[in-house]
């Protein structure tokens, strides 16, 4: 499995303005080998906040296809074209990319 990790330092107080953006996906869903998206609030920082988008993908090859994909390009039209709402409340971003060594899961044993 592949992780993708894109950390969006955010203006305090400003996170939900963000994170709305993400209700709806705009295709991903629909994507080979997508597994699962999550959006993760950080507001611990007295300074910025963060959020945490995370995909799982079935491997790093079905990730590189999504993002050469004609929906990845259209949801990311308005960032790229710089006429997104959030644009100016993001201070910067990360992205960070991690193959899955090892993984345990919830155990369905009775305890």
């Known amino acids: 499995m592949w992780i993708v990790m894109n950390k969006l330092d955010v203006e305090k107080g400003k996170i939900e303005a963000v994170t709305a953006r993400f209700q709806t996906t705009k295709g991903i869903e629909s994507m080979d080998g997508f597994i699962r998206m999550q ?9 910025k906040d ?13 990730f ?19 006429t997104s709402e959030v644009k100016p409340i993001v201070l910067g971003n990360t992205v960070t990319q991690y193959e899955v060594a090892i993984e345990h899961g919830a155990s369905t044993d009775d305890v």
């Open 64 to 82: 590189e296809n999504w993002r050469d994909s004609g929906a990845y390009k259209h949801a990311h039209k308005k960032r790229d074209d710089g």
């Open 50 to 62: 963060q959020v945490v988008i995370m995909t799982t993908w079935r491997d790093a090859a079905s």
């Open 39 to 47: 959006v993760l609030m950080d507001t611990s920082d007295e300074t």
